[in-house]
């Protein structure tokens, strides 16, 4: 009897069975996924029907469009033929409708829609669910509570930490630059803002910009970004399971393990500073917290309102967005003054009548340089540091000209379309601060490098005030140029990047106040000995004031900056930077050659 159950023929049979059963279970699987993608694909097309696109693959979606053409060079295309909105296939059953009309994104940022679970949801791995991912009453809870941080009075002595990382990467440059050879700036300009946001957010003592732990972090970052844009568009890589075992899921651990390490070290260097004896009383005497302050005090003060994981979750969020998208936004100002040499020397002119030679820039300055800004913000219009932000209708929605989406379906806020639609700004491609001029007349939601609504950036006025000094300093000290031959590629990651980098050629600048101080005292050491009784060249009497080489130079900063010559203040300014030694006859010969001009 136990011989006949043990028997091959018996023990083949139900192995038989088996996978006669499991071959029916994978098929009938596979047929309801067929159904499944066959209706759904269905739904899309029906609801979808309003907003014409060009022609997609049943399976592959505009995949194909992608092979064609670059993504970016796409989305213009299909603003100028697409009115205000069209859906885009990633594959055959997955669809978003891009937005680029100001009066389309409007209602969406007027809502409360969440962030787009499809894609958001391969950032977490990264950066938990903090600020950017968070939804609902958790996300006002935590915005509310980091508000504090970004305050005017907060900002303000920022600017002084901004300044100092902005001169460490700018004597790195000097160091590099050489035999006419062009410089990558993009790397250089991402540690520089990891320094700046670890001096200003996270109490960080010194520079991190020669430290190899940070240049790991700073890479951990430009793999993850990468391996994101391609897990999106990538329908095999929708499953973390499956993406877990391919060498790109693998990659994507290693990535934020660093990223982590970076974070984990960060506060656990705080939390230990502040155990020390006095230190805590000193920081909760504080006006105003900074940002990991503010988290770590409400992690000791209610740990129930915030646990380990929310608060790795917050750091790991700011620590990237923090850095990330503003050392997009500066390389790529600096790559557009490079290639628009006018604006560059006009915006040049403008912050030496301010800041002289740059060796004190505060936050006072920061409203007082209008041509530099107006340049600032065309170049974001141009290079919009976040391309995209994506939302998932969590109710029906209709536009102001009656087309309608239902609830679930995807939207991507296109911001670089929103840019570069010639009916919201007419030569889109052209680079013209005058867009921005005082006055100028804008679509309130028309400009949006820093998002809008209730979830703007939380940052945005840091930001911004990082743009100016980081394009100030690096002005008064280098002429940028372009390099011909590596023109850059800008591509969407989750920050705009460039496939071949931004390289840009650097020319040292001489510097006229530092020439004439070295003058005038090598003038009175000879004096005060008796050798020379002449006066330095930049002294002596000339109808050309002694600041300017040239009876030309000074016709030409004449015609570029007549405010310079006729405003009180701004006189007393710029000779109060150029006269660090006060002698009367220095004053008498000011007196002189004003009444000359």
Known sequence: MSVSVLSPSRLLGDVSRILQLTSLLILLLLLIKVAQFYLHRQWLLKVLQEFPCPPSHWLFGHNKEYSQDQELQRIRKWVEIFPSACPYWLWGSKARVQLYDPDYIKVVLGRSDPKSYGSYRFLAPWIGHGLLLLNGQTWFQHR???????????????????????RVMLDKWEELIGQDSPLEIFQHVSLMTLDTIMKCAFSHQGSIQLDRDSQSYIQAVTDLNNLFYFRVRNAFYQNDTIYSLTTAGRWSHRACQLAHQHTDRVIQQRKALLQEQGELEKVRKKRHLDFLDILLLAKMENGNSLSDKDLRAEVDTFMFEGHDTT????????YALATHSKHQQRCREE?????GDGASITWHHLDKMPYTTMCIKEALR??????????????????????SL????????????????????????VFDPSRFAPGSAQHSHAFLPFSGGARNCIGKQFAMNELKVAVALTLLRFELLPDPTRIPIPTPRIVLKSENGIHLHLRRLPNPFLEVKVRNEIHWAKTSSGQDQTPPEGLRESPTPWLFSSRAAFFAFLGTVPSFLFKANNISKSLSLCLHISFPFIRTHVVTSSSVI
């Not at 509570?145 to 303000?156: E, N, V």
């Not at 912050?351 to 800041?355: A, H, M, N, P, V």
């Not at 609830?407 to 007419?426: E, F």
């Open 144 to 166: 509310r509570m980091l508000t504090p941080a970004f305050h005017y009075d907060i900002l303000k002595p920022y600017v002084e930490f901004m300044a100092d990382s902005v």
């Open 327 to 334: 050392a997009s936004g500066i390389s790529w100002v600096l």
């Open 351 to 355: 912050i030496q009548g301010l800041l």
């Open 382 to 403: 141009l290079y919009p540091p976040v391309p995209g932000i994506g939302r998932e209708l969590s109710t029906p929605i209709t536009f102001p000209d009656g087309r």
């Open 406 to 429: 239902p609830k679930g379906i995807s939207i991507i806020l296109s911001i670089y379309g929103l840019h570069h639609n010639p009916k919201v700004w007419p030569n889109p491609e």
